[in-house]
């Protein structure tokens, strides 16, 4: 079996020895590293790896604006930012540039393996079970799945990668419990501080978009999930 080609992109020079070191002998993974941002993108472009993780805060360039640049050129590698801050404004920055997961610092080798490995599996079942993606009605709402756009009469939300991956998930389970764990597992990978928090600003978004048709409703269902209704 192929190795994964990991990038890994951390100013910790002791830190990152330890990661690598020790994921390399689990034999699941190729590894080369960088010590900022600017490394990091020379070294994207001559390694080509399977997955980046990168540490948002570094010298000289930090990990968003080593992301950003990154996704001006390639939409699909898979992306995950370490932090030690439970910040979430930086966390919903990270989505927006299309990060696919977040993992808090300090972690052990194992925590950020289960977190490539849930990440890749993600991506994997998605590309297998792919459909074309159409155009939908939310009430006084039009929905264009495929450009992720929401539009009421002639007012249109461009909507962020999560917010439409979040409604269609709601819309194919319409007037049903979808439970906040499924949500996690099915977009994210994985169901921590992170995501969970990330899930509720993104539903509170969708929500305000979707407040001129008072009667769509994004319920939470307390210590269950979310249901979408639509009469």
């Known amino acids: 079996m192929s190795k994964t080609k990991l990038l890994f992109v951390e100013d910790d020079a002791t830190f990152s020895y330890i990661i690598k070191n020790s994921l390399e002998l689990g034999g699941k993974y190729e590894i080369q ?12 472009r001559s ?30 590698i898979p992306i995950l930012l370490a932090t030690g801050r439970s910040n979430v404004q930086n966390v919903l920055k990270g989505y927006e540039l299309n990060a696919d997961n977040f993992i808090k610092k300090p972690y052990i080798p194992e925590e950020l393996d ?28 039009i929905f264009n799945m495929d450009k992720q756009i929401l ?8 909507l962020t990668d999560r917010e439409s991956q979040i409604l269609e998930k709601l819309h ?13 597992e099915e977009l994210w990978g ?10 509720d600003v993104f539903i509170n978004r ?8 008072p009667s769509i409703k994004i319920e939470t269902v307390r210590g269950k999930g979310l249901m979408l209704t639509i009469p």
């Open 33 to 44: 590293t960088a010590s900022n941002g600017k490394e990091g993108l020379e070294m994207y």
């Open 47 to 76: 390694f080509d790896p399977d997955v980046i993780v990168a540490d948002i805060e570094m010298p000289i360039l930090d990990g968003m604006e080593m992301v950003k640049k990154i996704r001006d050129g390639n939409e699909s």
């Open 114 to 141: 289960a977190h490539i490995q849930a990440v890749l599996r993600r991506i994997k079942k998605s590309s297998v079970v792919h459909e074309k993606k159409g155009i939908i009605l939310l009430g006084e709402y």
């Open 151 to 158: 539009q009421y009469k002639t007012i249109i939300h461009k």
């Open 172 to 184: 194919g389970r319409k007037g049903k419990l979808i439970t906040r764990e499924h949500l996690l």
């Open 190 to 199: 994985i169901n921590d501080f992170f995501t969970s928090r990330s899930l």
């Open 206 to 213: 969708l929500r305000k978009r979707l407040s001129r048709d």
